[in-house]
């Protein structure tokens, strides 16, 4: 595993177990690992809302679509992934 990747996955696995013990020094860690700032921002925002939606499920007791359900979405998402601007295209 390349090392930005290694050391990036560390950091996102720290703020979901451990989001308090969480430091500049862990972003660090990261940067000299050869990940620029963007690349980490991007990483952490993705795993926040992930987590964010994995505990809102578990506190309401939301089911996981049958796998069925979730191959007949995976065209759309890959068309336009998670964007919101896409999200918004296809509501419109």
Partial sequence: M???????LGFIEKQTLHPEELTPADAEAVYAAGV???ALRDAALVSALFNMIVR???SFGWDVPQWD???ARAPRMFEGGYSIGA???RAT
Avoid at 2 to 8: D, I, S, V
Wanted: neutral net charge.
């Fill in 36 to 38: 620029s700032e963007q």
């Fill in 69 to 71: 359900a979730l191959l």
């Fill in 87 to 89: 999200v918004r295209e």
């Fill in 2 to 8: 390349r090392p930005g990747l290694k050391a990036a």
């Fill in 56 to 58: 809102l499920a578990d």
